[in-house]
């Protein structure tokens, strides 16, 4: 009996001195028996395609070995979640385009379902004991697309952000010793330089009006300044301030003063491209996504497409570039919160900031992206990005307060439709303005000013 009680008293021993400091084996058995935190991320498949999203789970994967992560990714996801999300099943992490029409990100800012993010850029950085807000280029977080409320509470989370403003060649430019214009004044003195040589000065996608927006509001936030908010959060007679009606004059001085490219109004995005690069027109608005869907076949020998700002009321008013992209959100009802926040840290690393230059010609919203990205742009791309400091052009991130539910007027289709008109003679600025306010005072009925 003292024996068989030795034996069990020397297991016992044996047993919690294992526990205390487990060998190799005992190791890996409990490394194969904890279970994986989970991670899901929703993606919207888009420029950079699903190689890139691949790698980025990899790359997280190494350094954060105990997520298990699963991706969804598809040209359409927000569809797909759509019914995921009304189910209770919403995913932790969406990534989303600005201009999605699926409109899932839209409803989730309306029913207040995002979770709120200002832990995450107040807190530190992914590689980095900085603060994360500290890494992200000025002015993007505090912008509508980020903080949607109008609180300055942080909901959304700007990504790969994509300049857009007046498309030119470059070479055209060189040959003709033409500077690019900084006012208005000298935006139409160029074209009547342009009328000279048998150019147009302007055309535009009349058949998708909304690009228009990548001229018409850094235009007006140069002209409103510190007002500018008062535009995206819908404010009472904004639209009548004589700041705006100056800028939407411009507007309709390139039809009244012979400058618009005929056949304007019934082009598509591939027939104003395709005018551009014979070089019958100088200007058009576009931006980066241009690079992907441009046939080399259309363009003149020595084509160079660049981008330049907006033109403003005086020389010495504050230059804008339109800047748009993806949106990162968390749904307020996402099962794994942290997971997701870590993930979104990381997206922000100097790390992946290069692996989005290298697949994808893309620029990380972080302050130092372009420096880091330079060695893997494409001097098209490369050229495109330097906007914002050779044009001395600050970005202006694109987007509008939330919209309350019970409404169905949308801000693009009220200040861009009626452009055919505009465009025609067949509406002035005043009448043009009138319209958007019109509109803009029956969506603050539901305001609570």
């Given at each position: 009996?003292?024996?068989?009680?030795?034996?069990?008293?020397?297991?016992?021993?044996?047993?919690?001195?294992?526990?205390?400091?487990?060998?190799?084996?005992?190791?890996?058995?409990?490394?194969?028996?904890k279970?994986?935190q989970?991670?899901?991320?929703?993606?919207?498949?888009?420029?950079?395609?699903r190689?890139?999203w691949?790698?980025a789970?990899?790359?997280?994967?190494?350094?954060?070995?105990?997520y298990?992560v699963?991706?969804?990714?598809?040209?359409?996801?927000?569809?797909?979640?759509?019914?995921?999300?009304?189910?209770?099943?919403?995913p932790?992490f969406?990534?989303?385009?600005?201009?999605?029409p699926?409109g899932?990100v839209?409803?989730?800012?309306?029913?207040?379902?995002?979770?709120?993010?200002?832990?995450v850029?107040?807190?530190?950085?992914?590689?980095?004991?900085?603060?994360?807000?500290?890494k992200?280029?000025?002015?993007?977080?505090?912008?509508?697309?980020?903080?949607?409320?109008?609180?300055?509470?942080?909901?959304?989370?700007?990504?790969?952000?994509?300049?857009?403003?007046?498309?030119?060649?470059?070479?055209?430019f060189?040959?003709?010793?033409?500077?690019?214009?900084?006012?208005?004044?000298?935006?139409?003195?160029?074209?009547?330089?342009?009328?000279?040589?048998?150019?147009?000065?302007?055309?535009?996608?009349?058949?998708?009006?909304?690009?228009?927006?990548?001229?018409?509001l850094?235009?007006?936030?140069?002209a409103?300044?510190?007002?500018y908010?008062?535009?995206?959060?819908?404010?009472?007679?904004?639209?009548?301030?004589?700041?705006?009606?100056?800028?939407l004059?411009?507007?309709?001085?390139?039809?009244?003063?012979?400058?618009?490219?005929?056949?304007?109004?019934?082009?598509?995005h591939?027939?104003?491209?395709?005018?551009?690069?014979?070089?019958?027109?100088?200007?058009?608005?576009g931006?980066?996504g241009?690079?992907?869907?441009?046939?080399?076949?259309?363009?003149k020998?020595?084509?160079?497409?660049?981008?330049?700002?907006?033109?403003?009321?005086?020389?010495?008013?504050?230059?804008?570039?339109?800047?748009?992209g993806?949106?990162?959100?968390?749904?307020?009802?996402?099962?794994?919160?942290?997971?997701?926040?870590?993930?979104?840290?990381?997206?922000?690393?100097?790390?992946?900031?290069?692996?989005?230059?290298?697949?994808?010609?893309?620029l990380?919203?972080?302050?130092?992206?372009?420096?880091?990205?330079?060695?893997?742009l494409?001097?098209?791309?490369?050229?495109?990005l330097?906007i914002?400091?050779?044009g001395?052009?600050?970005?202006?991130?694109?987007?509008?307060a939330a919209?309350?539910?019970?409404?169905?007027i949308?801000?693009?289709?009220?200040?861009?439709?009626?452009?055919?008109?505009?465009?025609?003679g067949?509406?002035?600025?005043?009448?043009?303005?009138?319209?958007?306010?019109?509109?803009?005072?029956?969506?603050r009925?539901h305001?609570?000013?």
């Open positions: 009996m003292k024996k068989i009680t030795r034996y069990f008293l020397m297991i016992t021993i044996i047993t919690a001195i294992a526990a205390c400091a487990p060998g190799p084996e005992a190791a890996d058995l409990q490394a194969i028996s279970p994986k989970e991670l899901t991320l929703a993606i919207c498949e888009n420029a950079y395609g190689d890139f691949d790698e789970v990899r790359l997280f994967k190494s350094d954060n070995p105990e298990k699963t991706l969804k990714i598809g040209p359409n996801i927000g569809d797909v979640i759509r019914p995921d999300i009304i189910a209770g099943k919403a932790d969406i990534c989303i385009s600005g201009m999605d699926s899932v839209t409803a989730l800012i309306q029913n207040h379902g995002l979770l709120e993010l200002d832990d850029f107040h807190g530190p950085a992914y590689d980095s004991t900085d603060s994360l807000k500290d992200i280029g000025d002015g993007l977080l505090s912008s509508y697309k980020c903080a949607p409320y109008g609180d300055g509470k942080i909901f959304l989370a700007p990504g790969a952000i994509a300049p857009a403003g007046l498309v030119y060649n470059k070479t055209l060189n040959e003709h010793g033409w500077d690019l214009p900084v006012t208005w004044n000298d935006f139409f003195a160029l074209g009547e330089a342009a009328k000279k040589e048998g150019l147009y000065l302007f055309t535009y996608q009349g058949m998708y009006p909304f690009y228009m927006e990548n001229l018409l850094p235009a007006l936030a140069s409103l300044g510190s007002d908010g008062k535009i995206t959060n819908f404010s009472p007679d904004i639209w009548q301030d004589e700041r705006v009606l100056y800028v004059e411009q507007i309709t001085r390139i039809y009244s003063d012979a400058h618009l490219l005929p056949g304007s109004i019934f082009a598509n591939i027939d104003v491209k395709a005018a551009h690069m014979q070089d019958s027109v100088l200007f058009f608005p931006g980066m241009l690079l992907a869907e441009t046939d080399a076949a259309y363009a020998t020595g084509y160079q497409m660049s981008l330049a700002p907006a033109p403003v009321p005086q020389a010495d008013d504050e230059r804008f570039v339109a800047t748009r993806e949106q990162f959100s968390i749904p307020l009802a996402a099962k794994n919160p942290d997971a997701a926040k870590l993930f979104l840290r990381f997206l922000y690393s100097d790390r992946m900031a290069e692996l989005y230059a290298k697949r994808g010609d893309a990380m919203s972080t302050k130092d992206a372009l420096t880091i990205a330079r060695p893997h494409s001097d098209e791309a490369y050229r495109m330097r914002m400091s050779d001395n052009a600050n970005p202006l991130l694109i987007g509008f919209i309350p539910d019970e409404t169905n949308a801000p693009c289709h009220e200040i861009y439709g009626p452009l055919a008109k505009v465009m025609t067949k509406m002035d600025a005043r009448q043009w303005a009138n319209g958007i306010e019109q509109a803009f005072s029956e969506m009925c305001y609570d000013y």
